[in-house]
């Protein structure tokens, strides 16, 4: 169903674009892969967490005496047993355990370690909290309004320059963006056509199959060993090592497999700071894993944004301006969310040709869940609105929608207004391999001129884009990985690196691009990526980074390999090295292809020579990309990932659902590196993207999930998913791996926004919120859908 | 101490006894008792198919399965499924068509599928659908493994 296109035939015997199988896929399929929830530690206790039972609210008292008394219980901890804790965070506003103040439903006030989870729960029944309620501030606009209800009042007496937890803000703004290039009044007064709508795009969380959870234990020399999910391991021993007031040298991370990642764990949670608390308290391993419902109260979510666009064109479809202002709800705490501004600016300002466009966003603090980071980064709520328009704004001047696109959609060579350097492009041809395989153009008029007729199914076709990044993001002071690879005797090679497994594939690739290098079988290479005693440095899994960041530095440490060897055999056969290969565990002559010897026996004979290194180390420290500068611009990424999405829809008017039958996928990754695994993101990010165009929602009122659970949460089910056909435009990419460029969030980005332009096509309606449920449809037809409020614009 | 009662069934082919709470799931037996954690918690409410068994044949929640209620039935977990030449057929097939991502699903999946195949030897891609329609999973977007599914089937 998913048919690869526009591939180019790899050299013969290269491992490149073939269909490599999961190096980890036959454990898991036999249920013999130990999950952190498998792991049980000799003399381990089990912990639980109490949050809050109030949206907002003073704590008055906190009894834990019975609980204390309670036989098989370790340990209760509050704030008051840790009189010294370090706040956590992007913007250290968060402090693990709240002792005077919970600011939202899911706030940790006290936490057990027990001899089971049984007793740590009867325990946590036995917990007093006395509360004394505060005004809750449910809604964005409110809380920015003058006089709202603080979420983080100034404390008094607080020391100058501390982090917000312990000074408090005099407002409830968590973070600010002002972005322009060019001058929108001029591109208005240029334009022929003005569009302006608001969107307002609703929370959803990522729904790992595998609940959050954490072992620690401090082992017998007093270091912490913490055995996480992270998707960034050495950035969280370094946050531990602040938090903790510890040395960063005595803290070490375990991952073991990971029960599903999508940015998630991107940031430091309250429950992994308590539990490493339970254990220095108790002297003993402690464990904590949550219940799904507690996974759906205590986890962040992709961050819900009230958004107000406003677009110009020229009558010959030039795109003439972009003003965009957004209202996000930071929820009561600062995680990744807030700076989702970052990503989206970029397809404000970039997806398309834009010569004047302007971004002002703010963050508020309310009483709600907190955003965290979530595959796209922002992107599908940009995505969403900026592709809305592109369709409107077609209309209006009477092209028809691919065209309006190809005429505006950026080429390579081209330099953003933002400062994004386009080296490799393949955004035009991305547009018109999906309109050309999805029959666009002919379905899209003829679906428009059949919505008149009597039946209640109308059937409609959207196409949407999407840019992000793929070649790193320079987010954190650095944007490496180190590799370190390692040959025995017998020709097989352990490649140590610093980039994490979260079930994307990435071991697998990284091992096919060592074996590309060395001409060896994918069966030849273990992998070891979860141990941060022994893997080098590497920033974490986000921003599509890790096959573009770490398969540039396993080539490195692959080549480095492959010329030692090589230098080794030209010396014993007396030629030049040059004249040599690496191919099918031999060492061959490289015109002739006759082989000189084998690997593995060479191998032995260097491990009795002082040459022999069979160890070599290597990195990738820079890519090729800038941080952005105060007025956020700069060439972040080495390379960036484009696609064009279409999407089919059936709508029933009768009942407002909404059935995706149809997407069309044509992404620009570079290269094809394993045709099986990139298939496996597309597909998985498609259907990730139809979740949240038709049928999730996290639904929050006055602060309370009143959905945490799957039921009423509606992931996507087997039987529900579209037909879908992907092509991979290989636009190869000069910086990338063999190529390639990264490709993890992009097929989530755009599925709603094309969904969107779906149902308009089918419908003649345009829905501005998420997601398209039954109900949301049927009033959009019956004219009965509230139009969004305008996001009000928060004066600095 | 709460209280406890014995049981005894057959767990993938051995017949074997288990000291199980009067409150306690089959999937708590399973895992925190007998060790076998193949089997894997997703929501402990019978929504997500991450837990799913085979019991005297049907695929059953484990979370929802009194362990009480194992008394004297025919278990059988993912570990149970290596001595069934179908269900290794389903399991290359998962392999070799990237039905696994992340894994936590898996168990679970590959348990509803051989039931599938045990009873609908050569099912289509909707009959794959339908089939582990009550088994959610995040990562593959269910594609490739409803064709892991369907190949199993066409191979035997």
């Given at each position: 169903m998913s048919d690869a296109t526009t591939t180019r035939p790899a050299a013969e015997g290269s491992l490149i674009g073939q269909r490599i199988t999961k190096l980890d896929a036959p454990e898991k399929a036999s249920g013999r892969t130990r999950y952190i929830h498998d792991m049980q530690l000799p003399g381990q206790l089990h912990a639980a967490i109490l949050r809050s039972a109030r949206v907002h609210a003073r704590i008055v008292r906190i009894d834990t005496a019975a609980a204390r008394a309670l036989p098989g219980v370790h340990a209760v901890i509050t704030a008051a047993d840790l009189p010294n804790q370090r706040p956590i965070g992007v913007a250290k506003d968060h402090l693990p355990l709240k002792g005077d103040r919970v600011r939202s439903l899911r706030d940790e006030i006290a936490a057990v370690a027990a001899d089971s989870e049984a007793v740590a729960l009867a325990a946590l029944r036995l917990i007093k909290v006395e509360y004394e309620d505060l005004p809750v501030v449910a809604d964005a606009e409110a809380a920015a309004a003058p006089g709202a209800p603080l979420v983080h009042p100034p404390i008094a007496g607080a020391a100058a320059g501390a982090p917000v937890a312990l000074t408090g803000r005099a407002d409830n703004i968590a973070m600010r963006f002002d972005y322009g290039h060019g001058d929108v009044a001029q591109g208005e007064a240029e334009s022929d056509v003005v569009v302006e709508d608001t969107f307002e795009l609703h929370y959803v969380t990522h729904c790992c199959m595998g609940v959050s959870g954490v072992i620690a234990e401090f082992d017998a020399r007093g270091n912490l060993v913490l055995y996480s999910n992270t998707q960034v391991p050495f950035l969280h021993k370094r946050e531990f090592a602040e938090v903790l007031g510890m040395d960063p040298g005595r803290i070490r991370i375990v991952q073991p497999p990971i029960g599903g990642g999508f940015g998630s764990k991107l940031d430091i949670y309250p429950f992994e700071v308590i539990c490493v608390q339970l254990a220095r308290v108790t002297g003993r391993p402690v464990r904590l894993m949550f219940s799904r419902e507690e996974e759906f109260l205590a986890s962040p979510t992709r961050q819900p944004v009230r958004l107000t666009l406003r677009s110009g064109c020229r009558r010959d479809g030039t795109l003439t301006f972009r003003s965009v202002h957004t209202l996000h709800d930071n929820g009561a705490y600062t995680s990744w969310g807030a700076t989702t501004p970052f990503v989206m600016m970029q397809t404000f300002s970039s997806?398309?040709?834009?010569?004047h466009c302007d971004y002002h966003t703010v963050a508020v603090y309310t009483n709600n869940p907190y955003a965290g980071s979530f595959r796209g980064y922002g992107n599908l709520q940009a995505t969403f609105a900026v592709e809305a328009h592109m369709d409107r704004m077609a209309e209006a001047v009477g092209m028809d929608a691919l065209q309006f696109r190809l005429l505006n959609a950026q080429q390579a060579g081209e330099v953003t207004g933002q400062g994004m350097v386009f080296r490799s492009c393949g955004f035009a041809e991305c547009l018109r391999t999906a309109a050309e395989r999805s029959d666009f153009v002919r379905k899209r008029a003829q679906y428009a001129a059949e919505r008149?007729?009597?039946?209640p199914i109308k059937r409609g076709i959207g196409i949407a884009s999407m840019l992000h990044v793929g070649g790193g993001a320079k987010i954190y002071p650095s944007d490496g990985c180190g590799t370190i690879l390692k040959l025995d005797d017998f020709g097989h090679v352990t490649l140590i690196t610093g980039a994490s497994e979260i079930g994307q594939g990435s071991e697998t690739v990284l091992a096919q691009l060592v074996c590309e290098e060395l001409g060896l079988p994918i069966s030849a290479v273990s992998v070891v990526n979860n141990d941060t005693d022994i893997t080098p440095w590497d920033v974490g899994v986000h921003a599509s980074r890790t096959t573009f960041i770490a398969g540039n530095s396993a080539i490195g440490a692959a080549r480095k390999a492959r010329d030692k060897i090589l230098a080794a055999a030209a010396a014993a056969h007396d030629c030049?090295?040059?004249?040599l290969a690496l191919r099918g565990g031999r060492i061959v002559r490289a015109e002739s292809g006759e082989p000189l010897v084998d690997l593995a026996r060479f191998l032995r004979g260097l491990h009795f020579n002082e040459r022999a290194e069979l160890v070599v180390t290597s990195f990738y420290y820079e890519p090729p990309s800038v941080h952005q500068d105060k007025g956020y611009k700069g060439d972040v990424s080495a390379a960036y990932a484009w696609a064009a999405q279409v999407v089919e829809v059936e709508v029933d008017t009768d009942t407002g659902v909404v059935r995706m039958v149809n997407v069309t996928a044509a992404h620009d990754v570079g290269r094809v590196l394993n045709r099986l695994g990139i298939e496996g993101q597309i597909e998985g990010g498609i259907v990730m993207g139809q979740g949240y165009a038709l049928t999730e929602n996290l639904v929050v009122e006055g602060g309370r999930i009143r959905n945490p659970n799957f039921r009423d949460y509606k992931l996507v089910t087997a039987p529900e998913i579209p037909a879908m056909d992907i092509s991979f435009i290989e636009s190869?990419?000069?910086?990338?791996?063999?190529?390639a460029k990264g490709v993890g969030e992009a097929p989530a980005i755009c599925i709603a926004a094309a969904t969107a332009n779906a149902i308009q096509n089918a419908t003649g309606k345009r829905i501005t919120t998420l997601p398209f449920t039954p109900e949301r449809v049927y009033r959009a037809l019956h004219d009965a859908l509230p139009a969004p409020r305008p996001t009000p614009r928060v004066p600095s | 101490m709460s209280p406890t009662s014995e049981i005894s069934f057959t767990l993938n082919g051995v017949h074997r006894r288990a000291t199980v709470g009067l409150e306690m799931s089959a999937l708590q037996m399973l895992r925190d008792v007998i060790g076998l954690t193949g089997t894997k918690y997703g929501c402990g409410e019978g929504e997500c198919g991450a837990c799913t068994i085979s019991v005297d044949g049907k695929p059953v929640n484990a979370c929802l399965l009194f362990a009480l209620d194992c008394d004297g039935r025919d278990i059988t977990t993912v570990e149970g499924l290596a001595g069934d030449a179908r269900a290794q057929a389903l399991a290359k097939a998962f392999v070799d068509h990237g039905a696994v991502q992340c894994g936590f699903c898996t168990p679970g999946m590959m348990v509803q599928a051989t039931h599938l195949l045990a009873t609908t030897p050569h099912p289509d891609a909707a009959a794959a659908q339908r089939a582990i329609e009550g088994n959610l999973c995040r990562?593959?977007?269910y594609r490739k493994i409803v064709d892991a599914i369907v190949a199993a089937g066409e191979t035997r």
């Open positions: 997806l398309y040709r834009v010569p008149d007729q009597p039946g030049p090295a040059e004249s190869l990419d000069g910086e990338g791996p063999q190529g | 990562c593959t977007g």
